[in-house]
């Protein structure tokens, strides 16, 4: 694959949420991926299902290795002291009680960088706790934040822990990391908590609260669906538009397209006004299909855009243009973001079966063909299990 990562080789210990979304995009900016998953199939709690579906795995080979034993370790460490980055998605303490932790590992290879993906990081009274996006959002304050006026908080998926303030925090926090050993020759711990990347996406907020423009309740300022001017609104067929006319240009505009004159409105900032500004809008609006008004603010500065679902996104005119969905084998996906001038990735491999491709990778990293013999006959490496 081309791309700007092209050359770097990442070891990936297996996990689910932030861990692979972080793989994937290694992968998906050209680096050498392979992803040790364990010997039996991983409970995730959903259906079984194939291998193409596991969109977060693309881009990577998989070998199944049993880290339990003393053989299965020896491998990890083996590629470990030929990968430049290995990350791992563990409670603190597990890949040290394996002997994988980073000093083990940098033993045979000092420039290696070491990333680790948890809720709560690496030490503190909650360091040790299980949780999930929505426990980590709560706790920077995030989820507390989102949500309409007099109504509970909303989880926005799982988009702010796992994988804003997760994945995406491991993958830069890996590359910066990456930068540095070059120059220092020495690898380090990139220890990256869903809990403190989902505060750090909360920066804006925090600073417009501290400076007192920023009320500490839902629904009541002006990007928390507080402000009439923005928020999402139903058509007269049932589905919704979006509307994001905070500069005072794109909101004289919008009001424009909707019919509206400006003289018969309150005043855009006035917060006492944004009642009779909402039902206005919100009356507008309704009379007409999101086809219509997606006609009419056409080529517009309104800000105004259609609410998509998940089956429509591909079909839509801008999307198709920039190629921003792919359809792979039955499977809508993203296609790689963001992208290069120069070294443009090409798109991801699929997902592959579990533990298929254990010998190949064992080969090329450097294993001889009686080595892989014995560590198949010793079940050290492969999959116990061909069902997901």
């Known amino acids: ?28 900016m050209g680096a050498e991926v392979i992803r040790v998953d364990r ?7 959903l259906p079984t299902r194939e291998a193409k579906y596991d969109v977060l795995h693309r881009g990577r080979r998989s070998l199944c290795v049993d880290v339990k034993s003393e053989a299965g370790r020896a491998v990890v460490k083996r590629l470990a002291a030929r990968a430049d980055a290995l990350i791992e998605g563990y409670r603190p303490g597990v890949m040290e009680r394996l002997g994988l932790g980073p000093e083990d590992l940098w033993q045979a290879n000092p420039k290696l960088v070491y990333g680790r993906m948890t809720g709560f990081g690496q030490e503190g009274p909650m360091a040790e706790r299980a949780g999930h996006d929505i426990n980590y959002i709560a706790l920077s304050g995030a989820l507390h934040a989102i949500g309409r006026k007099d109504q509970a908080p909303v989880p926005p998926l799982n988009l702010l822990g796992d994988f804003g303030g997760g994945g995406m925090f491991l993958a830069f926090g890996v590359v910066c990391a990456l930068l540095e050993a070059q120059k220092s020759g020495k690898g380090q711990v990139v220890d ?16 417009l609260y501290s400076r007192g423009v920023w009320r500490d309740e839902r629904g009541v300022n002006i990007l928390d669906t507080g402000a009439p001017w923005y928020d999402v609104y139903p058509t007269k067929d049932g589905k919704w538009l979006a509307v994001g006319a905070i500069e005072k240009r794109f909101y004289e505009e919008f009001v424009q397209g909707l019919g509206l004159s400006m003289a018969e409105l309150p005043k855009q900032h006035d917060i006492n006004g944004w009642p009779k500004l909402r039902r206005r809008f919100a009356e507008v609006i309704a009379a007409r299909t999101r086809e219509e008004w997606e006609r009419v603010f056409e080529g517009k500065d309104a800000c105004v855009s259609p609410v998509l679902s998940l089956a429509e996104v591909d079909g839509h005119p801008h999307n198709k243009v920039r190629g921003t969905f792919l359809n792979r084998d039955g499977v809508l996906q993203p296609a790689p973001a963001p992208r290069f001038s120069r070294t443009q990735c090409e798109t991801s491999a699929p997902p592959r079966t579990r533990g298929a491709d254990t010998e190949a990778v064992l080969r090329d990293w450097g294993f001889a063909a009686p080595e892989i013999e014995e560590l198949k006959a010793a079940g050290a490496v492969g999959a116990r299990n061909v069902e997901r």
Do not use: H, K, N
């Open 1 to 28: 694959m081309m791309g700007p990562l092209a050359g770097f080789r990442i070891v990936e210990m297996a996990g689910i949420g932030p861990g692979p979304f972080a793989a994937t995009l290694f992968a998906d």
């Open 39 to 45: 010997q039996e199939a991983t409970d995730l709690g």
């Open 192 to 207: 990256s908590a869903m809990v403190d990347g989902a505060a750090y996406l909360m920066a804006l907020m925090f600073g």
